[in-house]
């Protein structure tokens, strides 16, 4: 069972920036894929980025060239680099992962449904 705890979540300006982080108790982090995704109140969820064990990364178009995914493996932790922050980026955000082959291909809508999550955190974006 992997368990995932995100944090960083908050309250800020639009075009502000927040990072959110997300611990990873599997041992075995690197063969995982991992990836970001989102759900406002009333609406689906959204893949937001996606990350392999190799480090390829793939962005949802809406936040491509804002966010950044990353991960620290001697940390076993999972970023989110969030900026120039848009108040339609008010949403709960939820790190995900699954075990996942190498070189398998990304898919960024995929991650909302990966085996594993994490509680969420709150993000609030005000105009």
């Given amino acids: 069972q992997v368990q995932l705890v995100e944090s960083g979540g908050g309250s800020v300006q639009a075009g502000g920036s927040l990072r959110l982080s997300c611990e990873v108790s599997e041992h075995t982090y690197t063969r995982l894929c991992m990836g970001w995704f989102r759900q406002a109140p009333g609406k689906?969820?959204?893949?937001?980025?996606?990350?392999d064990g190799d480090g390829r990364t793939m962005y949802a178009d809406s936040v491509k060239g804002r966010f950044t995914i990353s991960k620290d493996n001697g940390?076993?932790?999972?970023f989110l680099q969030m900026n120039t922050l848009k108040p339609e980026d008010t949403a709960m955000y939820y790190c995900a992962a699954e075990f996942c082959f190498a070189n398998i291909v990304l898919m960024v809508s995929?991650?909302?449904?990966f085996d594993y999550r994490g509680q969420g955190t709150q993000v609030t974006v005000s105009s």
């Fill in 75 to 78: 940390k076993s932790t999972l």
């Fill in 110 to 113: 995929r991650v909302p449904d």
């Fill in 44 to 51: 689906e969820r959204e893949g937001l980025a996606v990350i």
